[in-house]
């Protein structure tokens, strides 16, 4: 199917228009002359079926329709010039990966990892942005995701893989100055303490008391952050007791400004996947990344 898209020239000419507010600016930019500025735009209005620009006092500027169309095609020329520099320089070898990632997952596991990844593979280079929820890949410029969630959840991302990297098992952690000299918390003793809470998993303590078979009527209740990196912060300033992954506290662990408070951990429903598209074919990168990350999983997992 032939895609409904105006040149390139055209796009490049409006672009710089609208960045100088000026087609002589433009042209002066582009080496053209004005009027084939003006001509490339005129093409591209009546392309689109709108005025992009009026007339000024001054020269031109930006109609409503034209400033929201600029901030669309500045964005997307600045990406494919990215992605034609990058194709250039590494010649089909080596790139760039943009990968979508839970952001304390990505934070705590994978990129305190990433300078083994740049040792093993120096012409990759990995772009990370957050994402918390499934998106359709066909609409984003992600090669690839790491997400957190159910076995349900990943089955039911439309158009995609999922290769699971690793449980998640999680253990009450606290500041070293709540356990007062003690080596552990029984869980019973644990339940009159403060207890912080993770926002989007609310029945997090509810479920863990209930696999120790200890009541606590103050379960649900406590301070609630929404990242998983907040809930970290807070435990270590001895706010409370918090219900954590032990993977995204390695260093904090590592470092004693978490302990263990009770060591009785519990398996959940989520695990963390990487999630690539559904297609026949993916580019080097991409593989060499899977093969890498899959690898670290198990070294984990050990």
């Not at 735009?41 to 079926?49: H, P, S, W």
């Not at 449980?167 to 019973?188: F, H, N, Q």
């Not at 954590?244 to 060591?263: F, Q, Y």
Request: proline share 5%; aromatic share 8%; glycine share 6%.
């Amino acid at each position: 199917m032939r895609r409904k898209l105006p040149t390139t020239q055209s796009l490049l000419c409006f672009e710089a228009a609208a960045r100088h507010d000026s087609y002589t600016r433009a042209a002066q930019e582009l080496a053209l002359t004005q009027s084939a500025v003006s001509r490339q735009i005129t093409l591209l209005e009546d392309f689109l079926g709108l005025k992009l620009f009026r007339r000024t006092r001054h020269g031109v500027a930006l109609t409503p329709a034209g400033q929201a169309y600029a901030r669309q095609v500045g964005t997307r020329l600045d990406a494919l010039e990215r992605d034609t520099l990058d194709a250039m320089a590494h010649q089909g070898s080596g790139g760039n990966l943009t990968l979508a990632a839970m952001p304390s997952f990505a934070t705590h596991w994978l990129i305190p990892r990433l300078s083994q990844l740049a040792s093993e593979h120096p012409d990759l280079l990995v772009h990370i942005e957050a994402r918390t929820r499934p998106f359709l890949f066909a609409d984003s410029e992600f090669d690839a995701a790491l997400y957190t969630g159910t076995s349900e959840q990943v089955r039911n991302w439309p158009g995609t893989r999922a290769e699971k990297l690793l449980d998640e098992a999680v253990l009450p952690v606290c500041s070293p100055r709540l356990m007062a000299g003690r080596s552990r918390i029984e869980a019973a003793a644990l339940a009159a303490m403060p207890l912080l809470q993770q926002s989007t998993r609310p029945y997090g303590w509810r479920q863990w008391f209930d696999a120790m078979q200890v009541s606590a009527p103050a379960a649900l209740n406590g301070a609630r952050y929404e990242l998983f990196s907040m809930l970290a912060a807070a435990a270590t300033q001895g706010l409370g007791v918090a219900l954590m992954p032990t993977l995204l506290i390695a260093g904090e662990l590592a470092r004693g400004e978490l302990v263990v408070a009770c060591k009785e951990p519990l398996q959940g429903e989520r695990s963390y996947y990487l999630i690539t598209p559904e297609q026949t074919e993916e580019r080097a990168v991409l593989t060499q990344f899977r093969t890498w990350v899959l690898a670290q999983a198990r070294l984990d997992a050990r």
